[in-house]
């Protein structure tokens, strides 16, 4: 039992930018729970866009992982900033630490403790380390055909919330919303479906050809009128940190002709959840783009490659999914891609 009206809470996630998407119904069930309580999120730099903006929050924090350094930054200034951070949340006193992730977390688990938090929440798993430091505990077993969002929504008992897991929720920022806007708006004229259609995908099985793209968007317009804003990772594909897509890009949109689209290299995850929040539909591969499209709660048409659809499915919001027993993307037909759009369509009709 959680007897305090307004504790103090601190939830740590620290993976990437799907998990973090995916932990937002507890984030928002913690403050239906509690509205008088003071609740700080933990995450990564490069993560942090997805949450700066949601409501139940009212702070977030984050770190720098030395992976994700910029060229130029120093390693032992980020291992300083780290520390600095730590002790400032080590200050605030904080009733609970939550580990919001499933398993066995032992890098999140060292920060809890550092933190000092009165009480640690998480998942226990038998006969692991990490557990006889967790004193309000969750048992947890992996279940392959459960989703992400619900595992994590596990941890809601830990706080006396019952019922199943909601939809994921996330923010865009206003301003990076009202700079795209008036782009979309023209690009909207005269059109019906604006359809947000991401390129990139960062595991080689998730990878769609160009020519797909450019085929799929032809068929998608000719039989929908939708009008289209191109999403990539920009950069050179032989990035070693981040490979990015703009060859690609300049392949699909040379060959779309006068196609109504809007093109948008998404150079900070702020924009690319800015510019998603203004599309009515997404069409990707797997990975966090998807999360985020769902966390705005738009229809998706998602191609699998190598991962499990069910622990990683859209959550929340209407889907059409396509994935080949090979688990390859480059295996999905455009006639299968377009025909799910379709039925995508027609479910929102009905």
Known sequence: ??????????????????DLALTTPLIGALRQRFPQAYLCALVTRYTRAVLDWHPALDRVEAYTKAKHLDPGESVLGCHWERFRLLWELRRQRFDYCLLAAPGCQKRALSLARWIGARHLVGFVEADKPCSKWIDRPVPWRFNAEQSEAEDVWGLAAAFDISGPAPASAIYPDPQRRDALAPAVAALRLGGKRLVGVHLSARKPSQRWAAENFVQLLHRLHAQHGCRFVLFWAPGPADDPRH??????AAAVLQ??????????????????????SLCDDFLCADGGAMHLAAALGKPIVCLFGHSSAARWRPWGVPYRLLQTAGMQVSEIHVEEVAAAYGNLCRERTT
């Open 1 to 18: 039992m959680i007897p305090e009206t307004a504790p103090r809470i601190l939830l740590i996630r620290r993976d990437n930018i799907g």
């Open 255 to 276: 060959q779309l002709g006068d196609l109504p689209v809007l093109p948008m290299p998404t150079h900070g995850l702020d924009q690319l959840i800015a510019g998603i």
């Open 243 to 248: 490979p990015g897509d703009d060859e690609k």
